[in-house]
Each structure stands twice: as structure tokens, then as C-alpha cells.
């Protein structure tokens, strides 16, 4: 017979979230869940492979870790992350890392914090 700690050991770290990235992504949960991540890869809460490039710090984010940290499949993730760029929250490129090619996301920071600023001032 199973119990909880059996299962804890099947499960990876818990993601944890801000909940005003859902508020910034449209209110959209997954583009709320994928930011806070973002987030805390650029802060470096959370370990993540980098680049540096044209002077901005990118994360290379492959589309296999959408889909283990949020259980998002490439094509998910991808059109979630097409709505935080047009919002102004990330820059997406395709570059090489490591010789393949790949997607690499540059976080605006100075934007989700202006965001999230004006959020609490409207919570006062």
C-alpha cells in the first residue's frame, strides 16, 4: 500500500507561482504560471541554462522543460509565450546554443515590474 511519501518521491520540486503573473498575462493561468517561472530563472531563483548575446541575458528554455515543469506541450507553451511577447513581457529568438538550434527567451524584467506595481497600487 502506497502512502504520501511513497508518492513524493515520483514528483519533482513543486513549481511555485506569483499571482500576479496571471493578472499580467490576460488572466490567462499557464501564461501567469509560465512568467512566474520566467521570472525566477532571470532573478535566478531557479537554476537555468543562459546565454548572453546583443547584451541581453536569455534563457535557453527547451520545450521538453515547458512540458515537465507545466505539463504544456510545445505547441501550448509556444502560443502561450507568442502572448507574453506581444505584451511586451519577453523577446523570444531562435539562436544557436550548444550547436542546436533553439528558442531563447529574454525576460523584461523593468516591464513585469512596472506591471505588478501598478497592480498593488490598485489593490491599495
Known amino acids: 500500500m502506497s502512502t504520501v511519501l ?8 513543486p513549481t511555485h507561482f506569483y499571482a500576479p503573473m496571471i493578472d499580467i498575462a490576460d488572466n490567462e493561468l499557464a ?58 513581457l519577453i523577446e523570444k529568438r531562435v539562436m544557436k546554443h550548444s550547436g542546436k538550434t533553439m528558442m531563447h527567451i529574454a525576460v523584461n524584467i523593468k516591464e513585469i515590474a512596472e506591471q505588478v506595481e501598478a497592480l498593488a497600487k490598485a489593490y491599495e
Not at 6 to 13: C, E, K, N, V
Open 31 to 88: 501564461g501567469g504560471l509560465m512568467l512566474s517561472l520566467l521570472v525566477q530563472w532571470t532573478t535566478n531563483h531557479l537554476p537555468c541554462e543562459k546565454a548572453v548575446r546583443d547584451g541581453l541575458e536569455w534563457l535557453v528554455v527547451p520545450r521538453q522543460t515547458w512540458y515537465e515543469k507545466l505539463r504544456l506541450t510545445g505547441a501550448k507553451a509556444d502560443a502561450r509565450l507568442n502572448k507574453l511577447a506581444v505584451r511586451g
Open 6 to 13: 511513497d508518492i513524493y518521491q515520483h514528483l519533482s520540486p
